[in-house]
């Protein structure tokens, strides 16, 4: 059954003052969710390689990936992270997250259906993720939100880590672009 919360729930691009809390977030999230999918090593190395404060505080100057955040009251309860994809009009949804205490609410689609307009508007037709082929109950919540499973890619990362994942897609309807 669905939770119900009744606090104002605000989703907000991120902005430099929010890099270091979001960093712990995401932390938070990936020590709790990715035991059993990947190893923690492997978890210690993604967080490294992708979620350095500096590193998406340059994106977010530079605008090489957008960022928005989910906030439940006064907490940040989660984030996402996209950006232009490899083929034209495409957008890649590279980070999506929504902290366990938050899940079930509604707040991932919520983050969802407002990148999903947010691209639209932008110009682009389309979107796409990746996601670890054992991580079952986010690919059920993608698949609820209309995406399907298009292709399946086995990712070198470096280091010995390799990122065993399908490719989920989804048409965004017309654009402008
Ligand atoms: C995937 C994630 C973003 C979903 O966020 P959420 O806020 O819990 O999801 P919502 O409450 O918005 O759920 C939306 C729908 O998906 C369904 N759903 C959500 N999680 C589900 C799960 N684990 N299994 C099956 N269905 C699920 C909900 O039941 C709901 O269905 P409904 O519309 O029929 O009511 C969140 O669980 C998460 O951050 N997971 C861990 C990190 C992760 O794997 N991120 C994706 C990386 S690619």
Same mark, same amino acid.
């Given at each position: 059954m669905k939770r119900r919360c009744k606090q104002t729930v605000r989703v907000s691009p991120v902005a430099e003052r929010d890099v270091e809390r979001l960093a712990g977030l995401a932390r938070e999230i990936w020590y709790l969710h990715y035991p059993g999918i990947i190893t923690v090593r492997q978890i210690d190395y993604m967080l490294a390689q992708r979620y350095q404060p500096a590193v998406i505080a340059s994106q977010i100057k530079t605008n090489g990936a957008w960022w928005d955040k989910i906030d439940v009251g006064s907490q940040l309860a989660g984030f996402a992270g996209y950006e232009p994809g490899f083929e034209a009009r495409s957008v890649k949804l590279d980070k999506l997250y929504v902290h366990p205490r938050a899940q079930g609410y509604g707040f991932g689609r919520v983050l969802l259906t407002h990148v999903e307009a947010r691209s639209r508007e932008r110009g682009y037709s389309k979107l796409y993720l990746q996601v670890n082929k054992g991580n079952a109950g986010s690919i059920a919540f993608y698949q609820l939100a209309g %995406?399907?499973?298009t292709d399946k890619v086995n990712v070198?990362?470096?280091?010995?880590? %390799?990122?065993d994942d399908f490719v989920m897609s989804k048409q965004l309807g017309d654009s402008t672009r």
């Open positions: %995406f399907e499973i070198d990362i470096g280091h010995g880590y %390799f990122m």
